[in-house]
């Protein structure tokens, strides 16, 4: 396994939609979870969510049920992040991370993988 990298960050207008790329090539990754964090300026990091590795368990941050949608392809390795009706306490850099794990886990710390991030800024 290595390092998951993140793309399709980007400035958007409230309302908006985004959607985050994750490529984690290796041979395990179709059989590991794999998870979206994000951390705003001055607060912590957060879960937002999650996906089993056959993608049938996903689990999600409150805030987020209905507008967020997490999903993933393992033949080209990526988990995906669709973001529709976005807010702009939405902005926050966006992390994709991997676990090994059969369930769709929510705790950071079940995460060994961790991508550098990429940058979501949602203007109002």
């Known amino acids: 396994q290595v390092q998951p990298v993140e793309s399709g960050g980007g400035l958007v207008q409230a309302g908006n939609s985004l959607r985050l790329s994750c490529k984690a090539p290796g041979r395990d990754f179709n059989t590991r979870a794999m998870g979206w964090f994000r951390q705003a300026p001055g607060k912590e990091r957060e879960f937002v969510a999650s996906?089993?590795?056959?993608?049938?368990?996903?689990n999600y941050l409150d805030s987020v049920k209905g507008r967020f949608l997490i999903s993933r392809d393992n033949a080209k390795d990526t988990v995906y992040l669709q973001m529709n009706s976005l807010k702009s306490e939405d902005t926050a850099v966006y992390y994709c991370?991997?676990?090994?794990?059969?369930?769709?886990?929510?705790?950071?710390?079940?995460?060994?993988?961790w991508g550098q991030g990429t940058q979501v800024t949602v203007s109002s």
């Open positions: 991370a991997s676990a090994r794990n059969f369930g769709a886990p929510l705790l950071t710390s079940e995460y060994d993988y």
């Open positions: 996906i089993s590795w056959t993608g049938g368990t996903t």
